[in-house]
C-alpha cells in the first residue's frame, strides 16, 4: 500500500472539498497523510507535524497551483520524493491534473502507469566577503530586487569569472528551465523545455536600450553583484518567492546546479509544449 500524503492550498481549495474528495477515494487504497494542523476537520488520515510528512510518505499529490508545489519542492527532492499536482490555480504548468481527471489520474498513480520526469534545481548561496551566509536550492528562479525607496540597481552578472553583463533595473531574474514559464516569461525571457539543464537571466524594467535575456550553461557557477557605481544601496534576493536577506556592498548571490533534482510525476500524454500552448495562448 502506497504511502501518500496530501497537501491542499486553503486558498485554492475552499472548504477543502477537493481535498476531501480525493482523501475519501483514497482512503482504503493508500496510507494517507495530512499535517496535524488540519486535525480539527477528522477526515480518515494520519496526521503528523508538517517535517514529518517527509519521512512518512513516499508520494506526495498537491492542490493548488504551481506555487503551492514549489513550497514543498526543496524538501522533496532532498528525500526523492515524487509530486504529482492537482491544478486548482489559473494556468499550472507542473499541476497538469485537472479537476475533473482526479480519480483517473489517482487510479493511474496506484497502478504505477505513470513517468517520473527530472527537474534541475538550482543551489542558491548568499556570501559576504566570501563567507557563507545563507543557502537553499530553488526549482523556479532567483531574483535580485530593488529594496523600497530604491529607483534602481546596477548589477554585474559573471559566470565562471567572466563579466556577461551589467544591468542597470529593476532587478535580474535567473531561472531554470522549469521557471522560464514563471516570473521569468512576464519579463520578456524565453520558454525553455523544462528537460534541459541551463539558466535564462533576464532583467527586470531594464533602463537600456539594449538588453536582452541571456543563456547560460548549467555547469558554470553565475555570480551576481552590485555595480561599484551604486554603492550603498541593498538589494532583495529571493528563491522561489521567498525572500532568502539581501545583499550590499561586498555580498553576492552565487548560483550553481544543485546536487538535487526535483521529481515531478506526469499522468497522461500531454506534452509540455501541449501545455504552453493550451494556456498561454
Known amino acids: 500500500m502506497k504511502k501518500i500524503a496530501i497537501i491542499p492550498n486553503n486558498s ?10 480525493i482523501v475519501t477515494y ?3 487504497k493508500a496510507e494517507l497523510y495530512m499535517d496535524n494542523s488540519y486535525g480539527v476537520i477528522g477526515m480518515n488520515v494520519n496526521y503528523v507535524a508538517a517535517g514529518e510528512l517527509y519521512s512518512k ?5 498537491v492542490l493548488g497551483g504551481d506555487g503551492t508545489i514549489l513550497q514543498c519542492a ?4 532532498k528525500k526523492h520524493i515524487p509530486v504529482l499536482g492537482i491544478n486548482l490555480g489559473r494556468i499550472g504548468f507542473m499541476t497538469e491534473v485537472e479537476i475533473d481527471g482526479i480519480e483517473d489520474a489517482v487510479d493511474r498513480l496506484l497502478a504505477g502507469d505513470y513517468v517520473i520526469e527530472k527537474r534541475m534545481m538550482m543551489r542558491v548561496e548568499i556570501k559576504k566577503n566570501n563567507k557563507l551566509q545563507s543557502h537553499c536550492h530553488a526549482l523556479n528562479d532567483v531574483v535580485v530586487s ?7 540597481i546596477g548589477m554585474e552578472l559573471y559566470t565562471d569569472g567572466q563579466l556577461v553583463n551589467r544591468y542597470i533595473a529593476d532587478g535580474l531574474i535567473i531561472a531554470t528551465p522549469t521557471g522560464s514559464t514563471g516570473y521569468s516569461i512576464s519579463a520578456g525571457g524565453p520558454v525553455v523545455d523544462p528537460r534541459m539543464r541551463l539558466y535564462v537571466a533576464t532583467p527586470i524594467c531594464a533602463h537600456m536600450l539594449s538588453v536582452r535575456s541571456a543563456v547560460l550553461p548549467a ?14 544601496c541593498d538589494a532583495i534576493v529571493s528563491a522561489d518567492g521567498d525572500v532568502q536577506g539581501c545583499i550590499k556592498d561586498a555580498a ?3 548560483i550553481s546546479k544543485s546536487e538535487y533534482e526535483f521529481e515531478l510525476i506526469k499522468i497522461g500524454n500531454q506534452s509540455f509544449y501541449d501545455t504552453v500552448l493550451k494556456k498561454l495562448s
Open 26 to 28: 483514497l482512503v482504503d
Open 57 to 61: 510518505a513516499e508520494i506526495f499529490i
Open 74 to 77: 526543496e524538501e522533496c527532492a
Open 146 to 152: 530593488k529594496s523600497a525607496g530604491i529607483r534602481l
Open 252 to 254: 553576492e548571490v552565487v
Open 12 to 21: 485554492k481549495d475552499l472548504g477543502l472539498l477537493n481535498t476531501k474528495r
Open 219 to 232: 555547469e558554470k557557477k553565475i555570480v551576481i553583484k552590485l555595480d561599484d557605481t551604486y554603492a550603498g
